[in-house]
Protein backbone atom coordinates (compact mmCIF):
# COMPACT_ATOMS: atom_id res chain seq x y z
CA UNK A 1 0.00 0.00 0.00
CA UNK A 2 3.00 2.57 0.75
CA UNK A 3 4.05 2.01 -2.86
CA UNK A 4 1.13 2.79 -4.57
CA UNK A 5 0.41 6.18 -2.19
CA UNK A 6 4.20 6.89 -3.20
CA UNK A 7 3.45 6.31 -7.01
CA UNK A 8 0.69 8.64 -6.00
CA UNK A 9 1.91 11.12 -5.13
CA UNK A 10 4.86 10.99 -7.23
CA UNK A 11 2.63 11.78 -10.36
CA UNK A 12 0.92 14.45 -8.51
CA UNK A 13 4.22 15.93 -8.15
CA UNK A 14 4.86 15.34 -11.64
CA UNK A 15 1.67 16.77 -12.86
CA UNK A 16 1.57 19.64 -10.64
CA UNK A 17 5.81 20.40 -12.11
CA UNK A 18 4.67 20.05 -15.11
CA UNK A 19 1.52 22.33 -15.16
CA UNK A 20 3.69 24.55 -13.26
CA UNK A 21 6.31 24.60 -15.80
CA UNK A 22 4.20 25.11 -18.74
CA UNK A 23 2.51 28.34 -17.18
CA UNK A 24 5.78 29.74 -16.87
CA UNK A 25 6.87 29.04 -20.18
CA UNK A 26 3.59 30.70 -21.42
CA UNK A 27 4.07 33.70 -19.15
CA UNK A 28 8.00 34.37 -20.39
CA UNK A 29 6.51 33.70 -24.30
CA UNK A 30 4.04 36.07 -23.83
CA UNK A 31 6.78 38.81 -21.65
CA UNK A 32 8.90 38.50 -24.73
CA UNK A 33 6.55 39.24 -27.20
CA UNK A 34 5.17 42.15 -25.21
CA UNK A 35 8.89 43.11 -25.11
CA UNK A 36 8.81 43.45 -29.21
CA UNK A 37 6.02 45.71 -29.40
CA UNK A 38 7.29 49.23 -28.83
CA UNK A 39 10.75 47.90 -31.48
CA UNK A 40 7.46 46.83 -33.95
CA UNK A 41 5.58 50.57 -33.31
CA UNK A 42 8.73 52.38 -33.78
CA UNK A 43 9.60 50.58 -36.94
CA UNK A 44 5.82 51.09 -38.15
CA UNK A 45 6.16 54.80 -36.79
CA UNK A 46 9.52 54.58 -39.43
CA UNK A 47 7.26 53.30 -42.27
CA UNK A 48 4.68 55.87 -41.62
CA UNK A 49 6.82 58.80 -42.19
CA UNK A 50 8.71 56.93 -44.85
CA UNK A 51 6.00 56.96 -46.73
CA UNK A 52 4.47 60.64 -45.93
CA UNK A 53 8.19 61.70 -47.22
CA UNK A 54 7.49 59.89 -50.40
CA UNK A 55 4.47 61.24 -50.87
CA UNK A 56 6.10 64.88 -50.19
CA UNK A 57 8.34 63.89 -52.90
CA UNK A 58 5.74 62.25 -55.51
CA UNK A 59 4.00 65.29 -54.88
CA UNK A 60 6.79 67.62 -56.15
CA UNK A 61 7.50 65.77 -59.16
CA UNK A 62 4.21 65.31 -60.62
CA UNK A 63 4.09 69.07 -59.82
CA UNK A 64 3.34 71.14 -63.39
CA UNK A 65 5.98 73.34 -63.35
CA UNK A 66 8.93 70.91 -62.45
CA UNK A 67 7.35 68.61 -65.15
CA UNK A 68 7.59 71.68 -67.44
CA UNK A 69 11.02 71.97 -66.04
CA UNK A 70 12.12 68.55 -66.85
CA UNK A 71 10.67 68.85 -70.63
CA UNK A 72 12.95 71.77 -71.44
CA UNK A 73 15.99 69.56 -70.35
CA UNK A 74 18.20 67.94 -72.89
CA UNK A 75 17.48 64.75 -72.54
CA UNK A 76 14.07 64.84 -72.83
CA UNK A 77 14.19 66.70 -76.12
CA UNK A 78 13.15 63.78 -78.13
CA UNK A 79 10.05 63.43 -76.53
CA UNK A 80 6.85 65.50 -77.84
CA UNK A 81 2.77 66.24 -76.94
CA UNK A 82 1.23 63.98 -79.22
CA UNK A 83 -1.10 65.75 -81.91
CA UNK A 84 -5.04 65.52 -81.72
CA UNK A 85 -5.56 63.22 -84.23
CA UNK A 86 -3.15 61.13 -82.70
CA UNK A 87 -5.29 60.77 -79.72
CA UNK A 88 -7.79 58.10 -79.53
CA UNK A 89 -10.49 58.14 -77.04
CA UNK A 90 -13.32 56.21 -76.21
CA UNK A 91 -16.62 56.61 -73.94
CA UNK A 92 -16.65 54.63 -70.53
CA UNK A 93 -18.40 51.35 -71.23
CA UNK A 94 -18.09 50.88 -74.98
CA UNK A 95 -17.36 47.73 -76.19
CA UNK A 96 -16.08 46.91 -79.94
CA UNK A 97 -18.67 44.34 -81.49
CA UNK A 98 -17.93 42.47 -84.29
CA UNK A 99 -20.66 41.89 -86.40
CA UNK A 100 -21.03 38.28 -87.44
CA UNK A 101 -22.75 38.83 -90.72
CA UNK A 102 -20.52 41.65 -92.32
CA UNK A 103 -17.18 40.28 -91.17
CA UNK A 104 -15.42 37.80 -93.50
CA UNK A 105 -12.97 36.57 -90.28
CA UNK A 106 -15.50 36.08 -88.12
CA UNK A 107 -17.22 33.30 -90.45
CA UNK A 108 -13.43 31.70 -91.04
CA UNK A 109 -13.04 31.81 -87.37
CA UNK A 110 -9.85 33.38 -88.15
CA UNK A 111 -8.75 36.20 -85.37
CA UNK A 112 -5.44 37.97 -85.74
CA UNK A 113 -3.51 39.52 -83.00
CA UNK A 114 -2.04 43.27 -82.96
CA UNK A 115 1.64 43.25 -81.47
CA UNK A 116 2.96 46.10 -82.39
CA UNK A 117 1.38 49.73 -83.30
CA UNK A 118 3.50 52.46 -85.71
Known amino acids: MNKTLIVKVAACFFLI ?3 LYSY ?3 QNEITSLKMKI ?3 IREANIVKEENKR ?3 EIGIFEDPSNL ?3 ASNPEFSHLKH ?3 KDIFS ?3 GVALKIEKDND ?3 NKKIFSLAIGAK
Open 38 to 40: PQI
Open 104 to 106: PYF
Open 17 to 19: GYC
Open 24 to 26: IDK
Open 90 to 92: MPE
Open 68 to 70: LRL
Open 54 to 56: LSY
Open 82 to 84: PLI
